[in-house]
């Protein structure tokens, strides 16, 4: 049983987070290939979920037909070994926002890998990990699965995939992401692959995040993990060498960017995530579904959607706050810049929005990373299986 943590004093604009824990074995994997100490780090070696995350190829009843360095293992055929994806295993997650005697406004972030994890809260009492916390990018309708996967690659068109006669958003190296493209067409060529199969949620996009800042303790993604390619489209595949590791430059806005596999989470294209109304900047989500019909972007807030009890700021601006959750989404813009707060921005926009999201980037790069958010007609987008 592991826990690990990390503060975030809120009133500081600071980006950097402080760990919950003084172990010395907590060390991100970093560039190509990971060094002894990350290697054998506990990130890396024997706390999941980080050390199960993986590269794999998932077939379209949801099988893996293989692992990253498998014999069978390609970034590239998914006609016949399916598309390539990334497995993050469950985790379960606790947002302290209790007080501390010296009354400082903080939120620490836990992550947890085994039910009956005891955490310290700031106030001094504890709270035990239940079924309860399970982070909510691993429930459908309700039931916990064991993991998702999340496309390795930014979402390509694959017409007539496999001779079957359907058009399919695929994850596959060595072709041209599709973007600029409206939402309900992208849903349908993911859902087209087969049952369990949607476009990235906001559930996953919130746990890729929540793992990213428990991993480098840090609220700047370019200075964690680079830049990404905000100045052409990149073919997807850059990371193949990287595999299951993490890579990024500031030197300059033309390189890809990967986290642990899921390759230009931000840079290249603008990326639609599903399951999130904005309704007068006011936020909703709808719970992964199997029920497709609840996927959809003309009502608003939709069935199955509930309130987050938070608005989004109607400031354009750089992220100086966050409403303390899965999910981080800007409530307030106000005298932040790229290296203070959350270092990304966002560009809010009046009425009922489907179609704010989350990990992309564009324009030159100044939305890249997970904190920025914007509102556009259309964009790219990536796969994800749980089922």
Known sequence: ??????????????????????????LPGWNNG????????????????YSGMTRCNVWLNGTVTAIYGDRCYTDTDSTNMGPCMVKIPAFYYYVD????ADATPRV?????????????KEDTTTHTIVAGDIHPAFQLDGVTKSA????????????????????????????TPLGNTLKATLRGYAEAVGLGWEL??????????????????SLNCHSSLGNGCTTAVLTTGGSILNGNTSYGTTANSTTYMTYRGLENLWGNYLTWIDGLHIVTYQAWTLPQTATRANYQDTVFPGTGYADQGFALTSTNDYVTSTFPSWMFLGTAATGGDASKYYCNIITPAAGNRSYYFGPGSGSGGIFGGFFGTNAVASAGSRTQYIG
């Not at 592991?2 to 980006?15: C, D, E, L, Q």
């Open 1 to 26: 049983m592991t826990t690990i943590g990390v503060k975030h004093v809120t009133n500081n604009s600071n980006p950097v987070l402080t760990r919950m824990t003084t172990s010395a074995n907590i």
């Open 34 to 49: 990971l060094t002894s100490a990350q290697a054998t780090s506990l990130l890396n070696s024997t706390m999941s979920p």
């Open 97 to 100: 926002t209790s007080m501390a």
């Open 108 to 120: 620490v972030y836990w992550i947890s890998n085994a039910l009956g994890d005891v955490i310290t």
């Open 148 to 175: 998702v996967y999340i496309a390795s690659y930014e979402g390509s068109e694959a017409v007539n995939f496999g001779g079957g006669g359907v058009t399919i958003l695929n994850s596959a190296s060595g072709v």
């Open 200 to 217: 990235m949620s906001v559930q996953s996009y919130g746990a890729v995040a929540y793992l990213f800042i428990n991993e480098y303790a």
